[in-house]
């Protein structure tokens, strides 16, 4: 049996083993620095599956030996946004959590996948990467799906057909600088920039924008986790079962759209050894300029991790 190890077994993570346990993907091994908190997620998980056709096993805990040869790895530990908080303002608090946890993985799972969820997105998903030293297509952020969905959710009531008829794209940042894109975003073939007034659309667009916010507000503690475990679970599927789905995920560039050393949201195919490829899409002038300005926000962002990261090791 293939093994995810979820680590972070708060909403994200506990509801992402959920829904990967249920779903019978694989074998899930759920770990918190809280592993009483695991522990009970995981057993509460495990008995509900009786009910479903998955033969799957869920363990829980703080021991890393539970993650032992797992295939993909998802970290979600970390502090969610408090309402008002950036996620820029996440960013050491965070990077202390993930540089740990990246450590742990690659002792017990040296050949995995692995898809960084927690916050600030593209700049957590850099950090694991560089502490790995991995090649590049193992290491991930999921964040171009769940933007893509929010999208696909206000398109499709805007337009009353099935959420799942809307085929979004996201690109940028999962933050301020996010490229909600309509022109490539599609209801069977035709782009939403032809279905929905231009007005209306930049106000779904802003909307998307701040998908995040709008449910950190509404729920006054914690953040999103319905909808991003469901896209974490989607990813994990895709990469297990080697489906060759094209997702918008944070990736690290090598001069595809024009940009060399940053991570950023794009389109990628996915596959069992993480992202195959870059899709690079045709971009117009102004999209392209807008992609490049988030890339220089992250940038900066990327070496203030690269100056927290020596001093953590002083
Ligand atoms: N090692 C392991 N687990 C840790 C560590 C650590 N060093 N530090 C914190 N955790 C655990 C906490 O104990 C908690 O159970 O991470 C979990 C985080 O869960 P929540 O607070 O419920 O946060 P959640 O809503 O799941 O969001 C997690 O995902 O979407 C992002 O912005 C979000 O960065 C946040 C992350």
Redesign the pocket.
């Known amino acids: 049996m293939l093994k995810v190890a979820v680590?972070?077994?708060?909403?994200?993570?506990?509801t992402t083993a959920m829904r990967l346990a249920e779903q019978g993907v694989a074998d899930v091994a759920l770990?918190?620095?809280?592993g009483k908190?695991?522990r009970g997620k995981a057993l509460d998980i495990s008995q509900a599956l009786h009910l479903t056709d998955s033969r799957a096993k869920i363990s829980g805990g703080?021991d890393y030996g539970l993650a032992a040869g797992s295939d993909v790895a998802v970290i979600?530990?970390?502090?969610?946004?408090r309402p008002g908080m950036s996620?820029s303002d996440?960013l050491e608090k965070?990077a202390?959590?993930v540089k740990?946890?990246v450590l742990a993985l690659q002792r017990e799972a040296p050949d995995c996948v692995l898809i960084v969820?927690?916050?600030p997105?593209d700049e957590?998903s850099y950090l694991a990467w560089r502490i790995t030293g991995w090649e590049r297509h193992r290491v991930m952020g999921m964040a171009g799906l769940l933007d893509g969905s929010r999208l696909a959710h206000f398109a499709a009531g805007e337009l009353g057909v099935a959420p799942g008829r809307v085929m979004p794209m996201v690109l940028g940042s999962h933050g301020d600088t996010m490229l909600p894109l309509s022109r490539l975003s599609h209801v069977d073939g035709v782009p939403l920039s032809e279905l929905i007034a231009m007005e209306r659309l930049r106000e779904l667009e802003d909307r998307t924008r701040d998908g995040?916010a709008e449910i950190v507000a509404l729920l006054e503690q914690?953040?999103?986790?319905y909808a991003?475990s469901a896209c974490i679970a989607r990813m994990v599927r895709a990469i297990l079962d080697d489906e060759g789905y094209q997702v918008a995920a944070s990736v690290y560039l090598q001069d595809e759209y024009g940009l060399r050393d940053v991570f950023l949201g794009v389109p990628v195919i996915l596959g069992r050894e993480g992202w195959r490829e870059v899709v690079e899409l045709e971009l117009l002038p102004e999209e392209r300029e807008g992609l490049a300005a988030c890339a220089r926000v992250i940038k900066e962002r990327m070496d203030e991790l690269d100056g927290w990261l020596e001093g953590s090791h002083s």
């Open positions: 680590v972070g077994a708060g909403q994200v993570g506990s770990l918190d620095i809280d908190l695991a703080s979600t530990a970390g502090f969610p946004r996620r996440l965070n202390a959590v740990e946890v969820v927690t916050n997105l957590m995040g914690g953040s999103a986790y991003p």
